[in-house]
């Protein structure tokens, strides 16, 4: 079974500009992740997807941060403009829905550095 | 208060140790509570998962819930240098329509052959 991928690996930009991540969830994972993992730090929830609709953004900063997931699959999370404290690995994950699942399959991560 | 606390790292024992790692919750509603491994540049990978109050156990580790004090605990026994990694305890509730799981802060453990 093909794991959660994710690309770039690693991406640096100056602030003020822009980025984006993409991420492929597992296949018939109908929940989709994207968490922000600053150094030290336990991963924060940015954006929950249930197949193509959203179910938490509470803590997506959405002045300067947006996600999509196209027809419920693969996913993008956009930054702009980006700023120094957005310095942090960005995490994809995915499950299966259901009130008794409890597994999240995480990628490798997009490593951010803002300069 | 945060919903989730843990232990603050780093931890640094030596091979053999028993290893114990341990995370606090506020909230009575997570019902699910699962321990993450998460090694260097990596993402994090399900270790162990529970749901009621007790103790699981699967090879080297154990799992503890005490869901009247909410705290959980994971112990390692046995410890080796492959252990090093930082843990990370995660809880689910259910939150309307979806669930919602919480990650604690990590707990970094170094197995010092």
């Known amino acids: 079974e093909a794991g959660v991928a994710q690309s770039p690996r690693y991406k640096i930009i100056e602030k003020r500009q822009s980025v984006a991540f993409w991420c492929n969830p597992i296949?018939?994972?109908?929940?989709l992740y994207w968490y922000q993992q600053i150094l030290g730090q336990g991963p924060k929830l940015l954006i929950q997807?249930?197949?193509?609709?959203?179910?938490?953004d509470s803590q997506l900063p959405k002045d300067r941060f947006s996600a999509e997931r196209l027809k419920g699959v693969d996913s993008t999370l956009k930054i702009q403009p980006a700023k120094l404290e957005d310095s942090a690995v960005y995490l994809c994950a995915s499950s299966l829905s259901g009130a008794s699942t409890y597994e999240q399959y995480f990628g490798p991560g997009t490593r951010l550095t803002v300069t | 208060q945060k919903e989730v606390e843990q232990d603050p790292g780093p931890l640094s024992v030596p091979e053999g140790a028993i290893v114990s790692l341990n995370c606090t919750y506020s909230?009575?509603?997570?019902?699910?509570f699962m321990w993450y491994r998460q090694y260097s540049r990596k993402g994090p990978e399900l270790l162990m998962y529970t749901y009621s109050s007790g103790n699981k156990e699967d090879g080297r580790f154990t799992a503890q819930v005490d869901k009247s004090s909410k705290y959980i605990s994971l112990f390692i026994r046995d410890s080796q240098p492959s252990d090093s990694a930082t843990y990370l305890c995660?809880?689910?509730?259910?939150?309307?329509?979806?669930?919602?799981?919480?990650f604690g802060p990590g707990t970094s453990l170094s197995v010092i052959p």
């Open positions: 296949s018939g994972h109908a929940t």
């Open positions: 909230n009575s509603a997570f019902q699910y």
């Open positions: 997807f249930q197949n193509n609709g959203v179910v938490d």
């Open positions: 995660a809880m689910k509730r259910w939150e309307t329509s979806y669930d919602k799981v919480i």
